[in-house]
């Protein structure tokens, strides 16, 4: 079985500063985010309630939800507090070259 491709998403100087971005990457909706030195990425749909999380507020590795509240860990997409029960899919990142690959599948 072969590794999942890399899928080339933006440039590493369009990255956020300690912040969250959005993206549509391939049909999907991508939250891109920066913290100190490391970069993560999950899907940018709340599992709670249908919100942007690009739109939420990022503290550390918290990404608080802007709907209910809810937070997440962006190293690995697991609910923080309630309401949020179900994690987040998280895509594992590479950053190379001046640019940000992410596997999709």
Known sequence: MS??????????DELP??????????????????VADAVYATDNICTHGHA????????????ECPLHQGKFDVRDGRPLCDPVTVPLR?????????RVYL???
Do not use: K
């Open 17 to 34: 500063t300690d912040d969250v971005c959005g993206l549509a990457v391939d049909g999907r909706d991508i939250a891109i985010y920066t």
């Open 90 to 98: 998280r895509y594992p990142v590479r950053v190379e070259g001046g």
């Open 52 to 63: 942007r999380l690009c739109d939420g507020f990022l503290d550390g590795h918290e990404i």
């Open 3 to 12: 590794e999942a491709p890399w899928t080339d998403v933006l440039a590493a």
């Open 103 to 105: 596997q999709l599948d």
